[in-house]
């Protein structure tokens, strides 16, 4: 359009970055037209470099940062897992699947591994509490707490060792399903896991917090050693083990740490398994729409065939991930339906206190939350599965072919979805039953409702 | 036939009328064979112009009056929900889908948004007595109620923005279908949903005044203002409420009129959702209809591509709706489930009073008989989405086809029917776990059967 | 073979009844080789005349009074029903369903509908007695018992005016059926319904029996008239409504009518759809077994086309014979729950006298085979509606076509069965989901096990 | 290779060992290449016979004696069958099914028939007990297992007349099947049903260890002749029958001896349904495999006809095992169930000892365990049988054949599973309903916990 007065030097690099981005797109059909346009040989000195600069930003910021795969857009997840000490595997922030390795010696492993004894120890305690002191109610969830921490710290090393593998499966897959077209398209995924990330860790952490609150206060009110309420409130955090071993300030600091990483942990899982199944849906909806769009207009044989390639390479992956996870899956959805039967037969006990009141309605309603859109989310998957079928109607008489009869022949049969251990498989049906149990267990509580307060007993 | 002495003005008027008439139905096939040998344009003065006059003022009245379209047969459930305040779609009346609008700015939607906010504020109100006052089952009940109101209305605003889309995706649908031949078919489907909610609009306001008199019966017993028997009656109307704030016969009365629309919207709820169920599942039997005429004779692969179309449509059509109510009938089934287990919790209790007693097996029949129309017509779109497969049956070995097969799979392989959030579809086995649940939740009742007295507390 | 002197005139006769009887089943392949080399015309003064009348005598017995059809297996069975006040339909003796007819001038139509009346007043006193005096369980029991009783009457009644219709359209899908080869498959189906008909009838009346000595010893415990211990037993019998009317011994008469009446009424409910899911299941087998029989040898379209229209006639009949008894199943299956529920509630108890043990435990097995049975068998109509497919699996590839393909999806997606009033298939997963009920209820049970003792209290 | 000098006569004796041992496996494609490579006639001196020697006795144990036959794994689980009086069939030590024979008058027969006959008694007499003494949880219990036992060893009998039948039908399956290729596989079947015999027997006998305990423990604490400790061991085995029979030593002995035989036999039930399972799914996993290597290589229409008959054998097959095991599958389940209600029920019980409490959570531990792995390898079948369709997926456009849609219709529309009596199949999804029936119980319990102590009342 205009002539550009810019540095040729920066020009020619910004051209260099630009053609090297084309590159990394090979056979994807580019809109965006004006950046082509420019990047023409016929026109090299006539652009304004600044606007082009301005647009290669963000251009780059939005576009050439978002390849739109996994590896990338699960990033987040994985980082914030190794935080948490769980996931140790090496090489998550790079944009290749083959740099995903897992070693025993590596800092994140032993990280790990040394959380996970910990774990264990705390829940061997408890145990310990259970057989020894007192067998009730609270200490049962307690122990099935850090019993499942612990489980989950296994299952994620497990998962560690086998996830490079997963990711470079996906990545093949990927790189043969039909190209993301839009800018959008490609940014979408990695901003929706984000997302999942930001409000489910922002939510535990309040839980967390609330709960803090509601320890504080029964230290406050029942202090051991009056003058050190730091101390009081580390002691009451992890009471079921210092009634066991010594108090000393480190085992205190210690104990709140693992209850933290616990905690995150524990919640952890939701967002992994929440996550991967978002990217799962978003694969099949990706092939879904392609197909979509075709599917009026004259196809080819040739066509649905590498579409049912396509197809059956995600039900492969998705049983490859299955595989992966579906061990983390059966202990997310355990987990979650437990502690909502337990807290549902709490919440006809009169609370001790304000703060412990807000904790548990707090509680509740995230549990329930985070289990109903992680039931949504891992049943999309199977929703995506079935779209097929709704396309081929679409396709008029004269392109059905045998290959399009035998490709809905298969999705009609297929059960694509994450299972529980295989025991039952993750679709739309499962939010009912889910559902329909918690309310029939509630029902009969509610029969049966005797008002009890549980007062502070110091 | 014979000659006519009539008003020559007056017949040419009623063959102009007869003429627009004919227009309005291009294509479609009449077989008022009378009418057409007279409308002939050879013999236009030998008729007897009375006895054409009576036969099209029939004719008029049963023909004309019905186009047997779905926008005419539910503008007298739309025109109740306008009355109580829901679905403040403009141009209702119209015969065209195109004459619907939303607007914000209008007297419905300021009507709507008003009684949307006083049921908002009474649910409120009610929360605040639940945590501040008394916690009891009545409360919670009374909670539910308000609260699902308050739901209901925002529900019917959200799809009163979405209606005019869905009316006129109908009417496409429905041009394209295979005309009614007789008046008999194009009247039913209206008649059938005027006979619904006359019935369930009596049986609620039956229910209405019974609950009403128990209402009287307390504030008789227990008179607040003994001098004033209406100011009594409209205080315990909404004791719950005038416990916050102070009873004037203004508030008072406004409670009556939040009360009384409450009650109806609750019911219309219900009718909505059984007027679009019957009127989905009456195309569905046009098309099976259709078929059936045709199945057991010579057909051609066209004929069976235009059906499945028509079929496809259908099955859009029914999915579009879906997308606009199933929030509604996810509510209108809970909701209905959650009053009928309610009241039989209630059902071993004493009555304080014979008016108690009648509100109480009244209501329970009422709520019993129209979940269980509610299941069944519902359940009948499904039904009838799977009629081909029967007619399919028929077809002579000859004119079999293979696009008949791919139309055989297709009806096989889909659920096509309402949802409740796509949680769970309605077809004919909901009804028997619906009526599972209930005798289940009876039976387990009776083994705790404790026999309570309520008597009257002043 | 050898000569025969016997009497020519009734040798003729004899060969005129097999000429006949042969007639009656033309197209059919009789392997009664034996019977047909004497009757060649060959041979006419050469067979031993003793031995053939002998042979006759036991294939008239066996085979020439046996055709196989419903219309004669079912004929005990309507004629106790008569005995017992339902299905007032005349001409059942007939062989021919033309015959039949219904009309509500006719004796067994008065007789029936003065029963109707007779256990409608007795379900009103007893309504009035739960009102008015006492609402316990024995007294729900009571009325669900005589309510029932009232209702089946209705159903059979209704039942009595579309049987004609019913049984003609079976004996035209008879006709066309591949006929019965062999004397004992004829003989078969009405010995198998004479069986269940007698074994259920005798259990019934040892139920009864039983039932009248726990209220003998009831009566002679605790007289009301010492000196006249029949109208003791028949005020027992009936106390319910001599509560309300002064007893007289015609009364008591009466009561112990309608009593027998009831009691027999109530278990031929399950008889009766015993009987036709044999008939059906047997019709469907018919064919399986014709099929079977030619399946790995060399076929044509046209065999197949045949049997797929016999397959047709019968699923269709199977539903017109649903809608006939629909009602009827409903009613059987939900009052053999309830009265097995009911038993299992006071299996608890400690009875008052052996003979109340002995007939709670009897009645409470014979409740519980009957249901049992009842199940089985109308479950085998549906396993026999899908044997098809098995059958198709040996046919060889060289004669499978396109009609068999089609006969294959059909039988497939069709579900043939028996239905309570269309809101569940009575298949095999039926009988394990009331199992299931019955053995979830009573571990409710067990677990709040109170031992109560219902001694006499006069 | 190299020379040997070894004896000719015991080389020549080897050389026929070998050919005898390839004879027996004409057909198959063995990859023992050194083997082949050394016994070619044009080297017969020139090899090293010790190493052939070592060779051929590690191939004679590895390979020699594993046919891979369901006959030859069976053997133990036949066996141990035979010690504890179950499975009365003659010949079980041969290879081929040809010498299995059943016969009443055989020492076996006897044997089982009179254990049959002492487990019958000992039933009668706590049915005695029950009626007669007292009517408690424990006893039921104690009835329900010796009737158990008597139903299993009734079924077991009816078996053994059936079972020559069964393993020759599936010899003749087995011998059409594509041949196991490698040792490894051949040996894999034998191998797995030792160890399951091998765990199950050791954990059911250390059961018995600890059940034995426990009553020792009780034995001594309450005495009944201080002096006879093994008397009083005896006699509390079986206290149930002495409250009728005279105690003597020969009874005590024969007490403990019917005590010991129907723990095992109770024991075995689960140990042959688990073998008969694996040796199923193991037979389906071969075709699969089969097909799998083929798959995506250029196959032909005969290829798949011959896979397609095969897999109809084992579907075949399938059903003449259910046929022949379904009754003590559906015992089985029903069984492991309701002990492990009732122990779940006992849970909440404070034990009297530390062994009741050793013997009570081994126990439970072992019959949750056992119940899981008996679903999950019964549902394996169901599992294998639906590979195919996964299989079918991979077969390039190119081969895919009439034959093969055939096929894959077949796999999808069949349900190829063990049942329990028909009523329900063994799949997958049995898994999570049985675990759902537990969990829920143990829901209902736990809120109706009530601390119950069980002391020593001697």
Redesign the interface.
Known sequence: MARTTGDPAKRYKCIARIKFWRRSRVGSDITLGVLKYKVTSRQPQHFQFAKIKSFMHRALKDDYNYSGSFQEAIKPVLIIAQIFALMPVRGIGSKFAEDLTFAWSSFRTYYALAMMILFGITAGYIVAFLTNVSFD?DSVETMTFYGSIFIISISFLQLARRWPAIAQEWQAVEAKLPPLRLAKERRSLAHHIKMITLVATTCSLVEHLLSMTSTITFAVACPRWPAHPIDNFLYFNFSTVFHFVEYTTFLGLLGKVINVLSTFAWNFNDIFVMAVSVALASRFRQLNDYMQRAARTATT?EYW?HCRINF?NL?KLCQVVDDGISAITLLCFSNNLYFI?GKI?KSMQTKPSASHTMYFWFSLSYLLGRTLILSLYSSSINDESKRP?RIF??VP?KY?C??L??F???V???TVALTGM???SLT??V??SV?GTIVT?E??????NKEETTAFTC
Chains 1, 2, 3, 4 share one sequence.
């Open positions: 109610f044989v065939m059956r039900c039967c037969l079928l109607r679409m008489r059905w045998d290959e009869k035998r809905s022949e298969e009609h049969m297929d295989k025991f039952f739309r049906g939010v009912i559902a267990y029902l009969i509580l509610l029969q049966f």
